[in-house]
């Protein structure tokens, strides 16, 4: 009833809600498998009729669940199918010898031919497919590469734009690679597709998937904890840190960014184990920076500062969780209100 009543007075305040079921107080529509409204029954009957509901891609779905979970501090595992694999892995092996190019994409991008900083910030659509072929290390079709760089263009004329973009990559790339980079190529063809050349081009995405890969697969905690220790070393910041792709956040930044995290917590928690807590707490820290969203890592950060005995330091990021948190409109988890509650009461005089 309580309900009913809300959903009744809710068009008052200009506010609206959805839910499954039937509703007596609004319009139920009845939905078919290909999103559209098949029936329809009250008020907005009529417009609802046909009409084609929002709905997302389960695995986009099951990010943006996972999303809500780790902002509230639930403990759940991210999605397996993005979070763990965020691109289409396994990523190449390791290059032998000394690579002509590095492409660092795991923070600001930083391009370097022979140690030098190349700047592609003039050239962007070269940029920009750089940055696709990078997370795609397998490479993709020059269909699947127009569909995400000019997705309004006809076929033809994006077919022209990749060949002008590939071209002023190449050339961006080649030139201050001097003689060795005559005969380099940089991006290779191969059939209909696309890829980065792992001989030439280091990419430090594919050494953090490598990592990832590496602590999941460890049998010791040891190799473990030099995996994990990889992946906090290459994570400078969030994938393509500056970069605003639309192709980018959903489908491999956040994803990525889940997995970071998860790591570097993992991290903490092996440092913590061997009693290393100084090194646990600048991994809580990294995961904090990478998403400061995240209160399982800040909560794990106040807890160890409290364990140390650094009690105003932890009553201090307390304070920042805690405003963080209500500026989004979210309640802390159980188990931080536990915390918080043990650090008020260490706050009061005997």
Request: net charge negative; with cysteine.
């Amino acid at each position: 009833p309580y309900l009913d009543t809300l959903m009744g007075m809710a068009a008052a305040f200009g506010a609206g809600a959805v839910i499954a079921g039937h509703s007596t107080s609004g319009t139920t529509c009845t939905i078919n498998p290909d999103h559209t409204v098949a029936e329809a029954d009250g008020d907005l009957a009529e417009q609802l009729r046909d009409a084609t509901v929002f709905h997302l891609r389960p695995d986009a779905a099951q990010t943006a669940l996972h999303t809500l979970a780790t902002a509230h501090g639930l403990p759940q595992q991210p999605p397996s199918s993005s979070s763990e694999q965020p691109a289409d892995i396994p990523p190449p092996p390791p290059a032998a010898g000394s690579p002509l190019v590095r492409f660092a994409l795991v923070g600001p991008p930083v391009i370097e031919v022979n140690g030098t900083t190349v700047d592609l910030s003039g050239r962007a659509k070269a940029l920009e497919l750089f940055t696709l072929l990078a997370v795609h290390p397998a490479g993709l079709t020059r269909e699947q590469i127009c569909d995400h760089l000019w997705p309004e263009l006809e076929e033809t004329l994006a077919g022209y734009r990749f060949h002008a973009a590939l071209k002023d990559l190449r050339a961006a790339l080649r030139t201050p690679a001097g003689p060795d980079g005559k005969a380099a190529t940089f991006i290779e063809r191969h059939s209909t597709t696309y890829r980065i050349s792992a001989r030439h081009i280091d990419v430090d995405l594919w050494a953090l998937h490598r990592a990832l890969t590496g602590a999941r697969a460890a049998t010791s905690e040891e190799a473990r904890t030099q995996a994990l220790e990889t992946v906090a070393g290459l994570c400078r910041g969030p994938l393509a840190h500056g970069l605003h792709y639309d192709w980018l956040d959903q489908g491999h930044r956040w994803p990525l960014t889940i997995a970071t995290v998860k790591a570097l917590l993992q991290l903490g928690a092996l440092h913590e184990h061997t009693g290393r807590n100084e090194c646990a707490l600048e991994a809580y820290d990294q995961a904090c920076t990478l998403d400061p969203d995240t209160e399982t890592a800040a909560r794990y950060a106040v807890r160890l500062l409290h364990t140390l005995g650094r009690t105003d330091e932890a009553r201090l990021r307390a304070r920042h969780l805690k405003t963080r948190l209500d500026a989004l409109g979210l309640e802390c988890s159980l188990e931080t209100r536990e915390l918080l509650s043990q650090l008020n009461m260490a706050a009061r005089p005997l």
